[in-house]
């Protein structure tokens, strides 16, 4: 019913939405259509940076023009402005709405600048930065005011373009939407027709024509989207849209040609083949030179309407004179490429201010050639329907003969194969765990492999793969698998006298016996559970997790099928092999830990900063990042050693290492060089950031208070000394001696200091 419920009001929502689409009023809005003038140049600014010509102290140096649009006596000019008093209205929210500026506009409304598209740089010039319609919020109070527009423009056409309207924001994108539904709505089925061609031609290698009838298609489709009014509410991104746009119109007459050239392959179409060749290497060229930034992409598409004129006349003489010849069907695509294509110039006409302008019905000339191809497609396909009936009563039978024979063969292969495939299965997924499993550089990183691939292992039996915590007093729940519906397992086992032996009840440690209704004992009733040991250097052999298998009564009830008493050895034999596994992997971890580490301090000791000295000095090199190294020695040491005792100075290296851990971020790396010497790497950080941090250090150590046996004894002091790549030497392998040089200067100058080489 809830289902049922949802699906009706998904079409009611639709259904509303459509009905918005197609039956919306015509929207309330104001077109500015007079009043305009226009000023060539560019304001001088006054003192305060404002644009003097927003003063409007000077009406006779502006002309009267019908349309803010290409003014006369333009003479190479690429500045401009306009103005026009706004009209009173019954507005809430209005906006003022342009189809598009050419190029890049700041908009000035009682002295304050509303809105700015593009870049304008000191000599008030920028680049083009797309086509997109403008939506620009009007302030209270704007009626009976001047707006001005400045405009720069180094393209053909100088000024707004299309139209120019104050209407509500509610408003806008609903008029938005109308006006591009049937775009999209055109652009979807292009796209559907080029899927299809691009189906056909990979079927059907030999006919080249499905790819270029796709190519056609697609660049149809990105160009009724990329040209549409609503790319805006899909993607805010004019200049991409307007590549896009670029793009897909540069390659029409590509796909074109090309189609023509394989219906003509007998007659050898030298002339077509050249055109599409052209076209192809003006796509390149235009949308190379335009991204790299050495011409605007505006300024390609006159060039390119020039060139598409004179292909397309081309085309039209050679297509005329052999038109009779054509087959039905290819008749049918080239009148819709030739009413697309008219579509096309008069675009182009209105573009260029050779029409006045008008919403060009571009998309319908689309519409017509993907109708083309559907009618051609359904006679194609009436063609074929009966040749595939009787081709399929053949091939019907002989694929009865040929099951009857294979079925014999498979119930005879099916009990032994699947029991071999089973095994090998298990062998193979285990293989793949030991694998992941030596992948691993530390003890903690196995589990979450054990968590992801144990119930692959265990299939088609259920379980629950439980973690050792706090040395073993508890388990906690690392994954469940195999329990869809049923209550939820434990999340933690509380096991003061250890882990249960193996196949006992789990029900015996559960830590909330409340989880469900049932009782616990009965819940995980005929469960085993399975140690997985790894052997220590300490402890010997320890359960670090524990597997609880449940085999299903289906499983059990077919056991000669499945082999349950082999999948059950056969998994105890895996976990000792993982156990082994992971006891390797800790082994080298305690072995690398005792190698790397001083005993005393828990830091790293001087073979670790050997090694790692050696690499964040070629990672600094190469990614050419500054590298800081301190050197610190705590002092009088020796002094502080005969005073208080040897245990009490290990409490105080104790104590400044602790310090030092808390002092530095993460990403340093502190190490005890030796004796009550300690030295830090610092990656990433210059001189100035070093000096900061050691002096914060220098200062926090003597208040730090040394503490040994509940007993506050006499505090210490440190001198450090600090070297920097790239500021105090031009290789960081001589950080280490500069960091000694300089902490050596601390000593002379009287200890309790920061010294740089």
Known sequence: MQTWTCSCSGRLALAVLVCLFLFAPAHAKTDLESGWEYRWGDSPPDSKGMPVWIRGDDPEQWSAI??????PDRQGRDQVWYRVNLPDGPWREPVLYIYSVDLIVQVWLDGEQIYQYGEFDEHGRGRFEGWPWHSIPLPDGFQGKDIYFRIFSNYTDIGLWGEVAIMERSELTLFILQNSLKALVIAGFSALIAILSIIFSLLQARKKSFASLALFAISSSVLLVAESQARQLIWNAPLAWDYMAAGSYFMLPVAMALLLEQWFEDQRPWLINLVWKIHLGYFVVALTLAATGLVNLSSTFPVFDALLLATLTTITILVARRFRHLARQQQMILLAYGLFCTLLVLDMAVAHGFLPWWRVPVSLGALAFSLSVVVIALIHYASTQEALHQLNLSLEQQVADRTARAESLARREQARVRLLTFENEKTRVLNDIIADLQDCISLSQTFPVLAQRLPDLCSPMKGMLYQRIENGAAYRLLNRWGYAGEPPSPGRLETPDGPPPNSDFAALFLEDADVSDQDPAEAVAGTLCLWINIQTATDGSVPVALLFVEVPDEIIESESQFGTAKLLQALKQG?????????????????????????????????????????????????????????????????????????????????????????????????????????????????????????????????????????????VTLSVGVSSWPECTETPDSLLGQADRALYRAKEAGRDRVEVD
Request: hydrophobic share 40%; charged share 25%.
């Open 575 to 715: 976990v000792q092999k993982i156990g082994i596994t992971i006891s390797g992997i800790n082994l080298r971890e305690e072995l690398q830990k005792y190698s790397y580490e001083d005993a005393l301090t828990g830091l790293k000791n001087r073979r670790y900063f050997d090694q790692l000295f050696e690499h964040e000095t070629a990672v600094a090199l190469r990614s050419d990042k500054p590298l800081s190294l301190l050197m610190l020695d705590i002092d009088h040491f020796k002094q502080f050693n005969d005073a208080h005792g040897h245990e009490a100075g290990d409490s105080a290296l104790r104590s400044v290492a602790s310090l030092l851990t808390r002092h530095f971020r993460d990403s340093d790396v502190v190490c005890r060089f030796g004796g009550e010497e300690f030295v830090v790497i610092m990656a990433g950080t210059d001189l100035r950031a070093a000096l900061d941090k050691a002096s914060e250090l220098v200062r926090e150590i003597r208040a730090y208070p040394i503490v040994h046996r509940g007993q506050e004894l006499v505090g």
């Open 66 to 71: 019908g349309f803010p649009s290409n003014p």
